[in-house]
């Protein structure tokens, strides 16, 4: 018998149930043939009220569907529905009770959709309500009260026949006082998947686990060895917090077979707070975070939940690649932004998490691609780029959805995903009725699609990037679900992108003007991507004088890739202030290397030189600099022989130095000087300084000081002639004296011996007098050596 009942196209179980149900259609005959002697017109005019009753007020009550176990009935097994039942109205409603209605097997992916939109109760549609003891009954229901209801029915009494989706109406049915027969109040539809055996083939699906967050470090680090990250806020320690968003889908994802898509940025993000960091507060002011323990633990499990599986590392802080391609591309150096987010993003995720990632595969926003993103997302290396087909639409009349994978041509494969499997988790699911409603849609979709032909498809399912933790616990719930049902098989996505491509389905790119306006209008502007270039310039400016150049080029570098990210989109102001404090910040740091401001020069005289200061408040040394001073005068004013001479500059950090430059006036007057820093590559560093000169002649003062030197080396000679002339005249006459007195006259003036002594020693009188000392001072101080001040006389 039960070979027999085996047909073509129906699995046993729908035979057996077949046979049942014909017996019992051929025993009621006799009684079908009496009903049908009753008047036609009876009949109809019947009909007539009880659609009339049946559509009218079946959104009275509000009938919440809270949980529907289990969620792919099996066999011999039991389903339990629960959830809520509210009276809107503002009548009681009496003698009421909650069924279950079991409508017809839906044979496409379209029915689902359109079962799906509707929502009120129909009589001929929804199927008539499983009754008997299946039902939970209500006295009455007052407005406003919400009552909870429970009905556990075996799936046998359900009457599913063959394989398929099954709508599952869930029915308030009672009276109110002015309308006092029972009709139905409130509806709520759900789906049942129905396939208790085994399928001959199974759907490959591939579901990416998107681990991606919006921005959260600034450029900004602390001057310490360590640069302590500045954070935008402490969103992100919330966020991986217990119960945090992204604490759940690490906690739900580990569970399942998955293919994990991270940001990179994210996870040197949660990694830079593990070593302590701060967050920006009001104005200038950052306090110091405290979720270091947090944030280690986060990365402890994420590394535990990703070992053994793949994981697809997007470029660094996921670049919008649809502003890219549609505003970027002819801002010079835009390209090479996202080359640079991309080499970065493998060592990053082999750095934190130890896994090797793979970086083969781009993501443009909700899959929407045309020729111009294409050739964007492939331009850093990446030859496979994740679309969707609600962009990449079938145009070739198949009846079933084809593989993922699409050979798009340059060795471009596009894999594209499923645009309603993808989808059905979007929106508010915090309400456990909404939350179970996306998870039975999922898992109808994922029936439907696999019973469509018999050929072996691969399925890629890429949800929103940012899912919240309620929807991330519906999609964990149906994919707990449909990987514990009869068919579907997980796959990675490195094999879906492998798999044999359908030879029916579409791989013609749609051009840029089918582009969505709706993506279009929350792209980056062309202005963002100049902003980022000018940005990058300033910073290239900047890294050729550093002696430590990585201090800055990593945290500017990672910066800018953080201003092309995806997560701007929607938050344009959001994303203008980013991009403006990243720049300053940076303008700030430059500006710590500078030249000393000078205000007017005199110089008297022919030559001098000329003092320039440059300051260095880095903690860094500086080098590679090169101090020019230029006159633009040069006919007034030469610099080292020329009209500008340079010096190379070296630095240390917190400290100045002062370059000295020689100058020769050839004419009186003012001469306007220009002292500028450079690169070694020719780049002007930091403003100029400007200063003037004033070249004079020797003045009349100093003219006196010469000439009364002068006079006094003159008088002094003079003295010394007269005073040698009369100690010559002193001794002849002492001669003839001594002759005559050999004995006493040395002893009688021992002054005059005295004053004998000093004269043949060469002393001066008055050379121990202290007004007579300066006479013996030279003219002029030695040359200072020390920089001179501003206002001050240069060195001669």
Same mark, same amino acid.
């Given at each position: 018998?039960?070979?027999?009942?085996?047909?073509?196209?129906?699995?046993?179980?729908?035979?057996?149930?077949?046979?049942?149900?014909?017996?019992?259609?051929?025993?009621?005959?006799?009684?079908?043939?009496?009903?049908?002697?009753?008047?036609?017109?009876?009949?109809?005019?019947?009909?007539?009220?009880?659609?009339?009753?049946?559509?009218?007020?079946?959104?009275?009550?509000?009938?919440?569907?809270?949980?529907?176990?289990?969620?792919?009935?099996?066999?011999?097994?039991?389903?339990?529905?629960?959830?809520?039942?509210?009276?809107?109205?503002?009548?009681?409603?009496?003698?009421?009770?909650?069924?279950?209605? $079991? /409508?017809?097997?839906?044979?496409?992916?379209?029915?689902?959709?359109?079962?799906?939109?509707?929502?009120?109760?129909?009589?001929?549609?929804?199927?008539?309500?499983?009754?008997?003891?299946?039902?939970?009954?209500?006295?009455?229901?007052?407005?406003?009260?919400?009552?909870?209801?429970?009905?556990?029915?075996?799936?046998?009494?359900?009457?599913?026949?063959?394989?398929?989706?099954?709508?599952?109406?869930?029915?308030?049915?009672?009276? @109110?006082?002015?309308?006092?027969?029972?009709?139905?109040?409130?509806?709520?539809?759900?789906?049942?998947?129905?396939?208790?055996?085994?399928?001959?083939?199974?759907?490959?699906?591939?579901?990416?686990?998107?681990?991606?967050?919006? $921005?959260? !470090?600034?450029?900004?680090?602390?001057?310490?060895?360590?640069?302590?990250?500045?954070?935008?806020?402490?969103?992100?320690?919330?966020?991986?917090?217990?119960?945090?968003?992204?604490?759940?889908?690490?906690?739900?994802?580990?569970?399942?077979?998955?293919?994990?898509?991270?940001?990179?940025?994210?996870?040197?993000?949660?990694?830079?707070?593990?070593?302590?960091?701060?967050?920006?507060?009001?104005?200038?002011? @950052?306090?110091?975070?405290?979720?270091?323990?947090? +944030?280690?633990?986060?990365?402890?499990?994420?590394?535990?939940?990703?070992?053994?599986?793949?994981?697809?590392?997007?470029?660094?802080?996921?670049?919008?690649?649809?502003?890219?391609?549609?505003?970027?591309?002819?801002?010079?150096?835009?390209?090479?932004?996202?080359?640079?987010?991309?080499?970065?993003?493998?060592?990053?995720?082999?750095?934190?998490?130890?896994?090797?990632?793979? @970086?083969?595969?781009?993501?443009?926003?909700?899959?929407?691609?045309?020729?111009?993103?294409?050739?964007?997302?492939?331009?850093?290396?990446?030859?496979?780029?994740?679309?969707?087909?609600?962009?990449?639409?079938?145009?070739?009349?198949?009846?079933?959805?084809?593989?993922?994978?699409?050979?798009?041509?340059?060795?471009?494969?596009?894999?594209?995903?499923?645009?309603?499997?993808?989808?059905?988790?979007? /929106?508010?699911?915090?309400?456990?009725?909404?939350?179970?409603?996306? $998870?039975?849609?999922?898992?109808?979709?994922?029936?439907?699609?696999?019973?469509?032909?018999?050929?072996?498809?691969?399925?890629?399912?890429?949800?929103?990037? !940012?899912? @919240? /933790?309620?929807?991330?616990?519906? !999609?964990?719930?149906?994919?707990?679900?449909?990987?514990?049902?009869?068919?579907?098989?997980?796959?990675?996505?490195?094999?879906?992108?492998?798999?044999?491509?359908?030879?029916?389905?579409?791989?013609?790119?749609?051009?840029?003007?089918?582009?969505?306006?709706?993506?279009?209008?929350?792209?980056?502007?062309?202005?963002?991507?100049?902003?980022?270039?000018?940005?990058?310039?300033?910073?290239?400016?900047?890294?050729?004088?550093?002696?430590?150049?990585?201090?800055?080029?990593?945290?500017?570098?990672?910066?800018?890739?953080?201003?092309?990210?995806?997560?701007?989109?929607?938050?344009?102001?959001?994303?203008?202030?980013?991009?403006?404090?990243?720049?300053?910040?940076?303008?700030?740091?430059?500006?710590?290397?500078?030249?000393?401001?000078?205000?007017?020069?005199?110089?008297?005289?022919?030559?001098?030189?000329?003092?320039?200061?440059?300051?260095?408040?880095?903690?860094?040394?500086?080098?590679?600099? $090169?101090?020019?001073?230029?006159?633009?005068?040069?006919?007034?004013?030469?610099?080292?022989?020329?009209?500008?001479?340079?010096?190379? &500059?070296?630095?240390?950090?917190?400290?100045?130095?002062?370059?000295?430059?020689?100058?020769?006036?050839?004419?009186?007057?003012?001469?306007?000087?220009? +002292?500028?820093?450079?690169?070694?590559?020719?780049?002007?560093? /930091?403003?100029?300084?400007?200063?003037?000169?004033?070249?004079?002649?020797?003045?009349?003062?100093? !003219?006196?000081?010469?000439?009364?030197?002068?006079?006094?080396? &003159?008088?002094?000679?003079?003295?010394?002639?007269?005073?040698?002339?009369?100690? +010559?005249?002193?001794?002849?006459?002492?001669?003839?004296?001594?002759?005559?007195?050999?004995?006493?006259?040395?002893?009688?003036?021992?002054?005059?011996?005295?004053?004998?002594?000093?004269?043949?020693?060469?002393?001066?009188?008055?050379?121990?007098?202290?007004?007579?000392?300066?006479?013996?001072?030279?003219?002029?101080?030695?040359?200072?050596?020390?920089?001179?001040?501003?206002?001050?006389?240069?060195?001669?």
């Amino acid at each position: 018998m039960a070979e027999a009942a085996d047909f073509q196209g129906m699995s046993p179980s729908p035979a057996r149930r077949w046979l049942r149900r014909t017996g019992a259609l051929l025993a009621a005959a006799p009684l079908l043939a009496g009903l049908l002697q009753l008047p036609a017109a009876t009949s109809a005019q019947a009909a007539g009220e009880d659609s009339a009753r049946t559509a009218s007020g079946s959104s009275t009550v509000a009938v919440a569907l809270d949980s529907l176990t289990p969620s792919v009935p099996t066999e011999g097994g039991t389903l339990t529905v629960s959830g809520t039942v509210t009276n809107k109205g503002k009548q009681t409603v009496t003698d009421a009770h909650v069924g279950l209605r $079991v /409508g017809s097997a839906l044979t496409t992916r379209s029915a689902i959709d359109t079962t799906a939109e509707r929502t009120d109760y129909e009589s001929g549609t929804d199927g008539s309500e499983v009754g008997g003891k299946y039902v939970q009954e209500f006295s009455k229901l007052t407005p406003g009260v919400a009552e909870p209801f429970s009905i556990s029915v075996p799936v046998d009494e359900l009457d599913l026949g063959k394989d398929g989706v099954y709508p599952l109406g869930v029915s308030l049915s009672g009276e @109110t006082s002015a309308q006092p027969w029972e009709q139905v109040l409130g509806f709520q539809r759900t789906f049942l998947p129905w396939q208790p055996d085994a399928a001959d083939t199974r759907t490959r699906t591939t579901f990416l686990w998107p681990l991606v967050s919006t $921005v959260h !470090m600034t450029a900004e680090t602390g001057s310490n060895e360590q640069q302590t990250p500045v954070f935008l806020n402490d969103d992100l320690a919330e966020e991986i917090s217990p119960g945090g968003r992204l604490d759940q889908m690490v906690s739900l994802g580990r569970n399942l077979d998955v293919t994990w898509v991270i940001d990179p940025d994210l996870l040197a993000s949660v990694d830079a707070m593990t070593d302590g960091y701060r967050v920006r507060g009001e104005g200038e002011t @950052t306090t110091a975070g405290t979720d270091q323990a947090v +944030a280690k633990r986060w990365l402890a499990e994420l590394q535990d939940a990703v070992a053994d599986r793949e994981v697809v590392a997007l470029p660094f802080a996921d670049p919008d690649l649809a502003s890219l391609a549609h505003n970027g591309t002819t801002v010079a150096g835009s390209l090479s932004q996202l080359k640079a987010a991309t080499d970065v993003a493998a060592t990053t995720v082999e750095t934190v998490l130890h896994v090797t990632p793979s @970086t083969d595969f781009t993501w443009p926003v909700e899959g929407a691609v045309d020729p111009s993103i294409v050739k964007v997302a492939t331009s850093a290396g990446a030859d496979k780029v994740i679309a969707r087909n609600d962009s990449l639409q079938e145009t070739g009349g198949l009846t079933y959805t084809p593989s993922a994978a699409r050979p798009i041509g340059g060795g471009t494969t596009a894999v594209v995903a499923d645009k309603r499997l993808s989808t059905v988790f979007q /929106g508010d699911l915090t309400k456990a009725s909404t939350s179970t409603l996306a $998870v039975q849609q999922f898992l109808a979709q994922s029936l439907a699609l696999n019973l469509q032909t018999n050929k072996q498809r691969s399925i890629v399912v890429a949800p929103q990037r !940012m899912p @919240t /933790g309620s929807q991330a616990q519906a !999609m964990a719930d149906a994919l707990t679900a449909l990987q514990g049902g009869t068919w579907s098989q997980s796959q990675g996505l490195t094999a879906a992108a492998k798999a044999k491509p359908d030879p029916g389905a579409t791989t013609k790119v749609p051009s840029t003007s089918k582009y969505p306006s709706s993506l279009r209008k929350k792209e980056l502007p062309r202005s963002a991507f100049e902003q980022m270039a000018t940005t990058q310039d300033k910073l290239d400016n900047f890294r050729v004088i550093l002696t430590d150049e990585s201090r800055v080029v990593t945290p500017f570098g990672r910066a800018v890739n953080r201003e092309m990210s995806m997560s701007w989109r929607g938050r344009s102001t959001d994303a203008s202030s980013f991009r403006q404090s990243v720049e300053g910040y940076l303008d700030e740091l430059a500006d710590q290397v500078k030249l000393i401001d000078k205000s007017e020069t005199k110089l008297s005289g022919r030559s001098a030189t000329i003092p320039v200061t440059v300051q260095n408040n880095l903690v860094q040394g500086v080098g590679h600099l $090169v101090l020019r001073l230029r006159s633009t005068n040069p006919t007034r004013l030469e610099i080292g022989g020329h009209d500008y001479a340079d010096q190379p &500059v070296t630095v240390s950090g917190g400290h100045s130095q002062t370059v000295k430059f020689t100058t020769s006036a050839n004419a009186n007057g003012r001469a306007t000087v220009v +002292a500028q820093l450079y690169t070694e590559d020719g780049q002007a560093y /930091g403003a100029p300084v400007t200063f003037d000169v004033k070249v004079t002649e020797i003045t009349a003062t100093v !003219m006196l000081v010469i000439g009364g030197g002068v006079l006094l080396l &003159v008088l002094a000679g003079f003295r010394m002639y007269t005073q040698r002339k009369r100690a +010559a005249a002193r001794e002849a006459a002492e001669g003839g004296s001594d002759e005559t007195d050999e004995t006493g006259g040395a002893a009688e003036n021992p002054e005059g011996t005295e004053d004998r002594l000093k004269e043949e020693s060469g002393a001066l009188p008055g050379a121990d007098d202290p007004e007579q000392q300066s006479d013996l001072a030279p003219d002029t101080a030695a040359e200072n050596a020390d920089p001179s001040g501003t206002g001050e006389r240069v060195d001669r």
